[in-house]
C-alpha cells in the first residue's frame, strides 16, 4: 500500500490566486513527521515546511502552510498568493518514528504545478 | 554556507564501469542517505547511515554500496552498474527528528 498519496499529477493556478496541493498518508506510528518539498526544473530539492505529528497548530512558513487533518491523515500544501517562481514539482514525504531507519523520507510521487500569468 | 556537495553533477558512462558518487555535507551532522529519483515513483531510500561506520539498506539497495568512514562524507559506489540504475540520485543529511538537507542531484546515465 502507498504510504504518501498525491492524487493531483498536476495542477495549474493563476498567478496571485491560492492553490491547494492534495497530500495523504498512511501509518500506524503515532509519532512522525510530514515535510513538503519543492522540486524546480534545475532539480534541488527544497525543504518548504514541516509539521510533527503531535503539533497542534498548522504549521506556517511565508506562502506556506499545512492543512493538517489528523484524523483523515492529510496533510495538504497551501500555497498563498502564487508566483510565477513557484511552478514546479512538489513533494509530500512522511518520516515515521523519530529517526530509526536514517531519518528516511517516504515520498509521493509528485505534483507539478504550473502557475499562469 | 552549509551545504551537501554531490559530485558528479552528471555522468554518462557504459554498462559494467565501476563509478563513484561524492557527498559531502559541512553541517556536522549525523545522519546520511541516498535516494534515487524516478517518474512516477517521487524518491527511494537506497542506504543510509546514522554515524561513522554505520550503516543500512535503505528500501532499494540491490547494485549499491556506500560506506561512512568519516562523518562528512557518504559515497555511494556501483560496482557494475546497469541501465536500470539510469536514474537522479541525492544525497541528504540531517541531525535526528530535522529536515533533510538534499545535495543538488546527480544524474546518471548508464548505457
Known amino acids: 500500500a502507498q504510504k504518501i498519496t498525491q492524487t493531483q499529477p498536476g495542477m495549474f493556478v493563476q498567478e496571485k490566486e491560492a492553490v491547494t496541493l492534495d497530500c495523504t498518508y498512511d501509518t500506524s506510528d503515532q509519532s512522525y513527521g510530514l515535510f513538503w518539498y519543492k522540486q524546480p526544473s534545475s532539480g534541488e530539492m527544497i525543504f518548504l515546511i514541516y509539521q510533527g505529528s503531535y503539533d497542534e497548530q498548522n504549521a506556517t512558513e511565508g506562502r506556506y502552510s499545512l492543512n493538517f487533518q489528523k484524523a483523515r491523515k492529510s496533510a495538504n500544501l497551501v500555497i498563498s498568493a502564487s508566483q510565477l517562481g513557484d511552478s514546479a514539482m512538489y513533494f509530500c514525504?512522511?518520516?515515521?518514528?523519530?529517526?530509526?531507519?536514517?531519518?528516511?523520507?517516504?515520498f509521493g510521487a509528485g505534483t507539478i504545478l504550473r502557475v499562469k500569468s | 554556507e552549509a551545504q551537501v556537495t554531490q559530485n558528479p553533477r552528471y555522468l554518462i558512462t557504459v554498462t559494467g564501469k565501476k563509478l563513484t558518487v561524492t557527498c559531502s555535507q559541512n553541517?556536522?551532522?549525523?545522519?546520511m542517505s541516498w535516494y534515487r529519483q524516478d517518474p512516477g515513483l517521487g524518491l527511494r531510500q537506497i542506504y543510509y547511515s546514522m554515524n561513522v561506520e554505520v550503516t543500512d539498506k535503505g528500501d532499494v539497495p540491490e547494485g549499491y554500496k556506500v560506506s561512512r568512514k568519516e562523518k562528512r562524507n557518504f559515497p555511494l559506489i556501483l560496482e557494475s552498474p546497469s541501465p536500470n540504475q539510469t536514474s537522479l540520485y541525492f544525497c541528504?543529511?540531517?541531525?535526528?527528528?530535522?529536515?533533510?538537507?538534499f545535495g543538488d542531484g546527480t544524474r546518471l546515465s548508464i548505457l
Open positions: 541528504a543529511s540531517s541531525p535526528s527528528g530535522e529536515p533533510q538537507h
Open positions: 514525504a512522511m518520516r515515521e518514528g523519530q529517526g530509526e531507519y536514517g531519518n528516511k523520507l517516504v
Open positions: 553541517m556536522n551532522h549525523e545522519y
